[in-house]
């Protein structure tokens, strides 16, 4: 099952950081959050990803092609122009950088890479966000229904910390917790392949016409995922994530 990510938006609410680089780009504890979802979801298994492009894509390609030049030692042999890498841990990655258009909704960027997908189910997520979702417990809850799309379906965090009482005595304080009522679309799904079929194209949004049919047809279930999920839309969210990164409590650092 491939991984396609969509990494084509503007990042506007990032605009610090995005001005100069894609949102998918940007860094946390020296890696591109792009990196931390492709490792994610590596250490499930997946390895096949299709990365959808658009805002300042030939900066991800530029990476994607480097990685294993500016991840190594690297020997140039002067007198007959050989270059080779050593010290490389190697990964076994398979990454297509498709352009899905500058403008192109997220829908319609889906829509684009149906080619690359071979019609088969596949896996969705928005190039700005990590969690630590388990991903083969989604994909088995989605073949388990036999419906068309699954949503996971997250709590956010509280921006604020929460605070419970006993008279006036605190009782209980969490810094920022996930909060304990209201769900959202955690922008991670599994799609069988005739998804492809509910977009009209470039201007459409993803989270608008093709989900909504999909629920009035029945055919969109959701995963509750109840544990960690973090997206990055505002430098307050980035300085957050580089934090637990930092400080070695990063809960989507799954891998070893």
């Known amino acids: 099952m491939k991984v396609v990510v969509l990494a084509g938006g503007y990042g506007s609410r990032l605009a610090e950081e995005t001005t100069v680089r894609p949102k998918p780009m ?3 504890g020296g ?29 991800i390609k530029e990476y994607v092609e480097n990685y294993v030049k500016n991840n190594s030692h690297v020997k140039v042999d002067f007198k007959n122009g050989n270059v080779t890498y050593t010290d490389y841990q190697p990964l076994d990655w ?13 829908g319609g960027r889906v829509k684009r890479v149906g080619p690359f997908l071979n019609n088969e189910p596949f896996i969705c997520i928005y190039g700005d966000g990590v969690t ?16 068309l799309a ?16 006993d ?23 599994v ?15 993803l ?7 999909l629920v009035k047809e029945g055919q969109l279930m959701a995963y509750k995922h109840t544990s960690y999920w973090q997206c990055m839309d505002t430098l307050r969210e980035k300085f957050l994530l580089e934090n637990l990164w930092d400080t070695d409590r990063a809960p989507w650092k799954l891998w070893t």
């Open 26 to 28: 940007v860094e946390i």
């Open 31 to 59: 890696y591109p959050i792009l990196w931390h979802i492709m490792k994610i979801f590596d250490h499930f298994g997946y390895k096949e990803f299709v990365i959808a492009l658009g805002y300042m894509g030939q900066s």
């Open 94 to 106: 398979c990454v297509d950088l498709i352009d899905t258009g500058r403008t192109t909704l997220t």
């Open 132 to 147: 630590d979702l388990n991903i083969s417990e989604l994909v088995r809850f989605h073949r388990s229904h036999g419906k």
């Open 150 to 165: 699954t949503l996971t379906a997250v709590r956010p965090s509280a921006r604020f910390g929460h605070v419970e009482f």
């Open 167 to 189: 008279g006036q005595m605190v009782r209980e304080f969490n810094e920022k917790p996930q909060t304990a009522e209201g769900w959202i679309n955690g922008g991670i799904f």
């Open 191 to 205: 799609f069988e392949p005739q998804v492809l079929d509910y977009i009209d194209g470039d201007h459409t949004d």
């Open 207 to 213: 989270s608008r016409e093709p989900l909504e049919r």
